[in-house]
């Protein structure tokens, strides 16, 4: 089903690849709000027999080699926001990104379950976000063959993610946060206003006016 009735600005049609598979009713809808533009190798792979939503607000721009792909999920690109080049996000789950955000230069996001960004939140260059990670013993079985453990991601509004950062599984990032570059971002709870660094991240000190002069 395609809801686009403003159009849509393409520097070249986009790349689809149709996979006949997936759970689910076999239905993709399309969602496409106003002004929105695709630049060159945006790339579409979705799971045929799921129920897939995809939906971009308006204003809002994929840059070149932008790849989206759905495996029986949903994906919402909020208002006024832009995937530079190369980003890949990929859900089976729900995966929701808010107004104005902005997602940089070979930034990943793998959702199983769900992860949240809300409105305004910036994410670097070569940022890996996932919210799902597989089960290992420690015995000789295969690793694709352990179970699959997800826990939400949520990235509160105005928090700003530095480049080559990893968030894991759990990660609760609190608003108008900044996550120093390099950090590794694991299950918890992270305050409000605080700049959270390090391998495994803690948060290091409180954000205040003497910051912003």
């Known amino acids: 089903m395609l809801d ?3 159009g849509a600005r393409l520097e070249r049609f986009p790349k689809v690849q149709v996979m006949a598979q997936g759970d689910g009713d076999a239905t993709f809808h399309l969602r496409v709000g106003r002004n929105v533009t695709l630049e060159r190798d945006v790339y579409l792979r979705v799971q045929a027999r799921g129920t897939n939503v995809l939906e ?9 080699g932008t790849r989206l792909w759905l495996l029986s999920g949903s994906l919402h690109v909020g208002r006024n926001t832009i995937l530079r080049d190369c980003v890949c996000l990929k859900t089976g789950g729900n995966l929701h990104i808010g ?10 996001i793998h959702c199983h379950e769900e992860i949240r960004i809300d409105d305004n939140v910036g994410l670097a260059d070569l940022i890996m976000i996932i919210d799902s990670d597989h089960a290992q013993d420690g015995s000789d079985t ?4 352990h179970p699959v453990l997800s826990t939400p991601v949520h990235l509160r509004r105005n928090a700003l993610v530095s480049s080559n950062c990893v968030i894991t599984r759990g990660a609760r990032v609190g608003r108008n946060c900044v996550v120093a570059a390099g950090a590794v971002v694991r299950s918890g709870e992270y305050p409000d206003a605080w700049v959270i660094g390090g391998v495994p991240a803690t948060p290091l000190r409180a954000l205040g006016d003497g910051d912003r002069q």
Do not use: E, F, M
């Open 4 to 6: 686009a009735p403003h």
């Open 56 to 64: 971009i607000g308006d204003n809002t721009i994929l840059q070149s």
């Open 99 to 108: 107004d104005y955000v902005r997602i940089g230069w070979c930034t990943s």
């Open 142 to 145: 295969w690793w694709t063959k």
